[in-house]
């Protein structure tokens, strides 16, 4: 049984930054992914980053590349999201995830497909 706690989140201004932590308790083998998902007000939950334990093999969606950096310390079992140059659009709940990978490279962007939540973390950028 994996449990996953998250923090890190808050509120902050456009053009602000913040980094999202999901420390896991349990163990993720390499075949699996850990990945960020967020659900904005009125939306369906969407993943924005997502890596593949034990190869690395890192995906943004288009919305938050090269603004955001998901990484993994192995050593501490834990996820980070490295979100910079905020925008309005980004206010959600932050949900870090894990599921089994598809292969090396892929991972499911369906929420369904995930076995183990964080508890969510609020991130709100105001205008």
């Known amino acids: 049984q994996v449990q996953l706690v998250e923090s890190g989140g808050g509120s902050v201004q456009a053009g602000g930054s913040l980094r999202l932590s999901c420390a896991a308790s349990?163990?993720?083998?390499?075949?699996?992914?850990m990945g960020w998902f967020r659900q904005r007000p009125g939306m369906k939950r969407e993943r924005v980053a997502r890596?593949?334990?034990?190869?690395?093999?890192?995906h943004y969606t288009d919305s938050v590349r090269g603004r955001s950096t998901i990484s993994h310390d192995s050593l501490k079992n834990t996820l980070y999201l490295q979100m910079n140059s905020l925008k309005p659009e980004d206010t959600a709940v932050y949900y870090c995830?894990?599921?089994?990978?598809?292969?090396?490279?892929?991972?499911?962007?369906?929420?369904?497909?995930?076995?183990?939540w964080g508890q969510g973390s609020q991130v709100s950028v105001s205008s």
């Open positions: 995830a894990v599921g089994r990978a598809i292969s090396d490279h892929q991972c499911h962007t369906d929420p369904s497909k995930y076995d183990f």
């Open positions: 349990g163990y993720i083998g390499s075949d699996y992914c």
């Open positions: 890596l593949v334990i034990g190869f690395g093999n890192i």
